[in-house]
């Protein structure tokens, strides 16, 4: 069998810290086929180095002096490359990047989480629309409140973006997970139902079982240990979701 080769990946890293900047290049020697093509510490400096030197892959910080990641991003409109943001803890920030399928590394990043970031980068295939996918992105780091974030799902080669509130559950299927609308659709993602209740659990979301998730707001009452949902399904409760799942519901 021939040996797959990782195409290669011109890189560009934005960190106005010096010492970080270093740090990750010093890590991504361990992946030989990524070469980082130039440095940047501003915005401003980013912008003109994407321009010049067209970089498959950005590695960009969120918190910087003269302005953030994501207002590099607002300049640019869309991009013809892929993005893994690298950032401290910021809960907001994160929700708005995850619910938009976009990938982070959290400081100081770890050489397996990096490994994993760009296996999936390997693994990803450039969307047919990518412009949209990159405009609801810049649509859900807009919001001041998370309720208005929008989830980027696809099924085929349609992508769609669904508010939290048009989910009535999820349920895992192995290291998948089902997201059900209130209108019957179905959308599988590769992501794992922890993701989702991470994104989900502070925007009204419950997990009753090992297996799913419920939009609380969809529950109408409790019926022999299970919650029965508006659309008439009954979700059984685990024996070791049950008193979690009564405190949720006020006893």
């Known amino acids: ?29 361990a992946h030989p086929e990524v070469t980082v093509i130039a440095e940047a510490g501003t915005v401003a400096v980013a912008h003109d180095l994407i321009t010049l030197e067209a970089p498959d892959l950005l590695f960009l910080d969120v918190e910087m002096p003269g302005g953030t990641g994501f207002d590099l991003l607002e300049q640019l409109g869309t991009w013809p490359f892929e993005v893994i943001f690298c950032t401290g803890f910021q809960r907001y920030a994160i929700q708005a990047i995850r619910f938009s399928a976009l990938d982070y590394l959290l400081k100081p990043v770890q050489p397996d989480e990096l490994a994993a970031a760009l ?54 299927d192995d290291n998948y997970t089902e997201l059900h ?6 959308f599988v993602s590769a992501r794992t139902l922890k993701d989702y209740e991470d994104m989900l659990m ?36 685990s024996r070791r979701k049950k008193e979690e799942v009564m405190r949720a519901l006020g006893g």
């Open 1 to 29: 069998m021939p040996v797959q080769h990782k195409r290669m990946i011109r890189a560009l890293v934005v960190d106005d810290d010096g010492a970080n900047r270093a740090y990750l290049r010093t890590l991504l020697t």
């Open 119 to 172: 296996r999936r980068y390997h693994q990803r295939q450039v969307a047919a629309d990518r412009s949209a996918v990159q405009q609801q992105f810049l649509h859900n780091i807009r919001q001041a409140d998370e309720q208005r974030l929008k989830l980027t799902l696809t099924t085929g080669d349609r992508t769609y973006f669904v508010a939290p509130t048009e989910l009535s559950h999820c349920t895992a």
């Open 181 to 186: 609308t209130l209108d019957g659709r179905r």
């Open 202 to 237: 502070p925007l009204g979301f419950l997990r009753v079982h090992r297996s799913t998730l419920v939009n609380k707001a969809q529950i109408t009452h409790l019926d022999d240990g299970h919650v029965v949902l508006k659309n008439r399904l009954r979700v059984e409760i």
